[in-house]
């Protein structure tokens, strides 16, 4: 399977990866493994996350019909060359803070748009970093920084063993002291809370490529499966979501009155 290259006038898809077009075994269970296909593989090289038979369909479908696939993900650099999935076109990493060229090179107007905004965030990144280093190693959790352009964007939590409340604990701590007038936000899905600035990411980089490299799409289509991801699934004509997502688990929670 390939992602057609783009062309103008034709349909592009946007698509998060993880947990929306591949997932890993733990989140498949009762699967029969014969089904699968392997998509990415770990650091030893054996095969990671797979692609259910209705996720390889809709890759096919995508390329059946001369769609151009651009991944849009948390993933860096390293972690996407663990991607067996072959990307032809642009690619949207680092939460939105890396877009590579269909070359594979940083698209460096972007890159110097990034650097700008984030220079006047490392205070407060660092400081909510510091701030929730103590109470993450009381409760077990792993905190990791992660750098695009040579800069602090943003710091992870996990916990070894996805304790739910412990997660929901650390991320209450952030959301206090993150409201909507912070430069930073927080996002959570799976086994991860993240601090992040709030003004860059994932809709801000699909704005930005529409408006410049990709102008004169016919068709723009958002797939993802977290609330993290529904900012620039916005940005696209349609919305494509699996039924199992976060996404989908809230959407299914509301209970708006039909009008």
């Known amino acids: 399977m390939t992602a057609a290259p783009w062309q103008s006038g034709g349909t592009v898809a946007f698509a998060d990866l993880d947990d929306t077009l591949f997932q890993t075994l733990r989140k498949l269970p009762g699967t029969d493994p014969a089904t699968l296909t392997p998509m990415t593989v770990n650091t030893l090289g054996q095969p990671h996350s797979h692609a259910t038979p209705a996720q ?6 995508l390329e059946g019909g001369h769609v151009t696939l651009i ?13 067996t999935l072959p990307f032809r076109s ?3 990493m680092d939460h939105g ?3 590579l060229t269909p070359d594979g090179q940083p698209d460096a107007e972007w890159a110097a748009q990034v650097t700008a905004h984030l220079h006047p965030l490392q205070d407060a990144l660092h400081a909510g970093t510091d701030a929730i280093t103590a109470p993450a190693a009381r409760l077990g959790a792993r905190l990791t920084r992660h750098a695009a352009h040579g800069l602090p964007f943003m710091t992870v ?6 304790d739910p409340q412990v997660l929901a604990d650390l991320q209450d701590r952030w959301d206090a002291a993150h409201g909507p007038d912070s430069p930073l936000r927080v996002i959570a899905n799976a ?22 490299h990709l102008r004169g799409a016919a068709l723009t289509l958002g797939l ?9 699934m916005n940005e696209c004509d349609f919305a494509v979501t699996p039924r199992r997502g976060q996404l989908m688990r ?10």
Request: aromatic fraction near 4%.
């Open 56 to 61: 390889t369909a809709l890759l096919e479908l």
């Open 71 to 83: 991944p849009v993900t948390g993933r860096d650099a390293q972690a996407m060359r663990r991607v």
């Open 90 to 92: 642009w690619q949207v």
């Open 97 to 99: 803070l890396t877009i």
């Open 157 to 162: 939590l996990k916990h070894p063993d996805a």
């Open 191 to 212: 086994n991860n809370v993240s601090l992040l600035p709030r003004h860059l990411g994932k809709a801000a980089a699909v704005r930005y490529l529409l408006d410049t």
């Open 224 to 232: 993802g499966d977290s609330v993290s991801d529904l900012d620039f």
């Open 250 to 259: 809230t959407l299914r929670g509301l209970t708006l009155p039909q009008r």
